[in-house]
């Protein structure tokens, strides 16, 4: 079979339904999506919120928020290591993504700081959330099944034609070198007079994950991306027509993967600033405050780093007690002035937690310890010896490690990575509590290298006439740190209407 379009992209997810509908706003009669999936919406249902800069969002609640700021605070943390251009473009099109949005009809309600410190932290991470009258609060929500929603609403709305269950195999390639289409499953030929993709993340696909994490550490790292579509089909059909492999970032969430795997409860104990973190040698590695300072994804690189790509989480008893009575080391997150501290959840409610009221989490923190300690990835132990032998360290060098922190908290100064005051918090009391720490990933970010007009380029940087990128696949605008909270949803979006927005122009021309 074979069917004429003006433009067809392939993948239904953030970026290529976004594409889609702007494609049909700006006047492109014949717009057609291939998803290989039954359904549309990929990893943006799992997607919690999304960054945006000087918003309308902000401008309800009198929020100013300068663009050219967090550029330069972004490029600071990517160390130039990205496409500038591509980053400022994308930056400054953050606040047109919510309108765009609220023209379609999903509103969001408050922007966050996520579970950081607001003082250190911009409100930039989007949410959307439903009011609790009985509490007299927001509680925020997840985006993903409401953004996904509203984009396939809309699609249906502008008459977007959408064939599901229909792979993408190769690009049509004319003589003159300019992609002409798409041959599909079925077997089916897509001739079109440009193509967008909009295939997602590598995650899944072991042969390109080996390609650009090169190295055996990487064996034991959990993605939590590898999911059926993240195959990087759009990066393989275009370097059979000369496109290039770029940089591919990570989203690291170490040192704890997310719910169902773990408990995010135990999760909530390891990532805040007060235990202290040691390698597989036994050694103090890190400032364990990072995570509320400014850009705090720094400490998720540095697990990374480390041997084995692990860490090990020392908690004492006195710690579990005073997280379990107290919200001492549960600061509660704010977020427009809504006082937030709700128990810690993420994709859905571990089955410790099920049918049970959520405001007495605490109250079965001893369960969750006892989940992961069954998992074999947690020990209870009567002694820092103890604790040596389940990292496999010298008991010498944990107890000097250990003795050295907490000369450092009783004397309020950390002269060895500088964690602030308020975070030293001595391990002293038995029992103690360690729990081994991957280098958790998200998602890979990235593999097809782009220029700052969605155009997919060849290894002279030419772009190739025709053929363009969005979302998660694309490299240039990410490297390995992760410095606002939604970025990637952010770009999704952002890409996939100015894919949309290049690709017209090209027709027209």
């Given at each position: 079979?074979?069917?004429?379009?003006?433009?067809?992209?392939?993948?239904?997810?953030?970026?290529?339904?976004?594409?889609?509908?702007?494609?049909?706003?700006?006047?492109?009669?014949?717009?057609?999506?291939?998803?290989?999936?039954?359904?549309?919406?990929?990893?943006?249902?799992?997607?919690?919120?999304?960054?945006?800069?000087?918003?309308?969002?902000?401008?309800?609640?009198?929020?100013?928020?300068?663009?050219?700021?967090?550029?330069?605070?972004?490029?600071?943390?990517?160390?130039?290591?990205?496409?500038?251009?591509?980053?400022?473009?994308?930056?400054?099109?953050?606040?047109?993504?919510?309108?765009?949005?609220?023209?379609?009809?999903?509103?969001?309600?408050?922007?966050?700081?996520?579970?950081?410190?607001?003082?250190?932290?911009?409100?930039?991470?989007?949410?959307?959330?439903?009011?609790?009258?009985?509490?007299?609060?927001?509680?925020?929500?997840?985006?993903?099944?409401?953004?996904?929603?509203?984009?396939?609403?809309?699609?249906?709305?502008?008459?977007?034609?959408?064939?599901?269950?229909?792979?993408?195999?190769?690009?049509?390639?004319?003589?003159?070198?300019?992609?002409?289409?798409?041959?599909?499953?079925?077997?089916?030929?897509?001739?079109?007079?440009?193509?967008?993709?909009?295939?997602?993340?590598?995650?899944?696909?072991?042969?390109?994950?080996?390609?650009?994490?090169?190295?055996?550490?990487?064996?034991?790292?959990?993605?939590?991306?590898?999911?059926?579509?993240?195959?990087?089909?759009?990066?393989?059909?275009?370097?059979?027509?000369?496109?290039?492999?770029?940089?591919?970032?990570?989203?690291?969430?170490?040192?704890?993967?997310?719910?169902?795997?773990?408990?995010?409860?135990?999760?909530?104990?390891?990532?805040?600033?007060?235990?202290?973190?040691?390698?597989?040698?036994?050694?103090?590695?890190?400032?364990?405050?990072?995570?509320?300072?400014?850009?705090?994804?720094?400490?998720?690189?540095?697990?990374?780093?480390?041997?084995?790509?692990?860490?090990?989480?020392?908690?004492?008893?006195?710690?579990?007690?005073?997280?379990?009575?107290?919200?001492?080391?549960?600061?509660?997150?704010?977020?427009?002035?809504?006082?937030?501290?709700?128990?810690?959840?993420?994709?859905?409610?571990?089955?410790?937690?099920?049918?049970?009221?959520?405001?007495?989490?605490?109250?079965?923190?001893?369960?969750h310890i006892q989940f992961e300690v069954e998992r074999g990835i947690m020990q209870v132990c009567q002694t820092l010896e103890e604790v040596a032998a389940f990292i496999g360290c010298p008991a010498e060098t944990l107890k000097e490690t250990v003795e050295h922190y907490n000369d450092s908290c009783h004397r309020g100064y950390d002269e060895e990575f500088l964690k602030r005051k308020e975070f030293l918090f001595p391990v002293e009391n038995a029992?103690?509590?360690?729990?081994?720490?991957?280098?958790?990933?998200?998602?890979?970010?990235?593999?097809?290298?782009?220029?700052?007009?969605?155009?997919?380029?060849?290894?002279?940087?030419?772009?190739?006439?025709?053929?363009?990128?969005?979302?998660?696949?694309?490299?240039?605008?990410?490297?390995?740190?992760?410095?606002?909270?939604?970025?990637?949803?952010?770009?999704?979006?952002?890409?996939?209407?100015?894919?949309?927005?290049?690709?017209?122009?090209?027709?027209?021309?």
């Open positions: 079979m074979e069917k004429t379009v003006d433009i067809c992209i392939v993948g239904a997810s953030g970026a290529g339904m976004s594409a889609a509908i702007v494609a049909k706003q700006l006047g492109i009669e014949r717009v057609l999506v291939l998803e290989k999936m039954s359904s549309v919406g990929g990893c943006m249902k799992m997607s919690a919120g999304m960054m945006g800069i000087d918003t309308p969002v902000h401008h309800r609640f009198g929020i100013k928020m300068d663009v050219d700021q967090a550029f330069n605070d972004l490029m600071t943390v990517l160390n130039w290591h990205c496409d500038a251009k591509l980053v400022r473009k994308w930056l400054n099109g953050t606040s047109e993504n919510f309108r765009w949005l609220e023209d379609l009809g999903l509103k969001y309600d408050f922007v966050a700081t996520e579970s950081a410190d607001i003082t250190r932290f911009r409100n930039t991470h989007h949410r959307l959330g439903k009011w609790n009258a009985e509490k007299q609060q927001w509680e925020m929500i997840p985006q993903g099944p409401h953004i996904t929603k509203c984009l396939k609403d809309n699609c249906e709305t502008y008459g977007v034609e959408i064939w599901l269950n229909t792979r993408a195999r190769h690009l049509i390639k004319a003589e003159d070198g300019s992609i002409v289409g798409v041959e599909a499953d079925g077997p089916e030929i897509i001739r079109a007079k440009a193509v967008i993709l909009a295939t997602g993340s590598i995650s899944s696909n072991k042969e390109l994950v080996q390609r650009f994490y090169q190295g055996t550490e990487y064996e034991n790292v959990h993605i939590m991306a590898q999911v059926p579509h993240n195959t990087g089909d759009g990066l393989l059909m275009a370097e059979e027509v000369g496109g290039v492999e770029g940089a591919v970032g990570t989203l690291f969430i170490g040192p704890h993967n997310h719910f169902p795997r773990a408990s995010e409860t135990v999760g909530m104990l390891m990532r805040r600033p007060h235990p202290i973190k040691v390698n597989k040698l036994g050694e103090r590695f890190v400032n364990e405050g990072l995570p509320f300072e400014e850009f705090g994804w720094m400490q998720c690189a540095n697990v990374d780093m480390q041997p084995g790509k692990v860490c090990y989480i020392l908690m004492d008893q006195r710690y579990i007690d005073t997280v379990k009575t107290t919200d001492a080391y549960l600061p509660p997150r704010i977020d427009n002035g809504c006082m937030l501290n709700q128990p810690p959840t993420m994709f859905g409610t571990h089955p410790i937690d099920q049918g049970k009221d959520p405001d007495t989490w605490r109250e079965r923190i001893d369960e029992p103690y509590y360690v729990i081994r720490g991957e280098s958790g990933i998200d998602t890979c970010l990235g593999g097809l290298k782009i220029n700052n007009h969605q155009q997919v380029v060849d290894k002279n940087g030419d772009s190739i006439p025709g053929l363009y990128a969005a979302g998660v696949m694309c490299s240039g605008w990410f490297n390995n740190l992760y410095a606002f909270f939604g970025s990637e949803m952010s770009f999704v979006l952002y890409s996939g209407r100015e894919a949309a927005a290049e690709a017209a122009k090209y027709i027209a021309e």
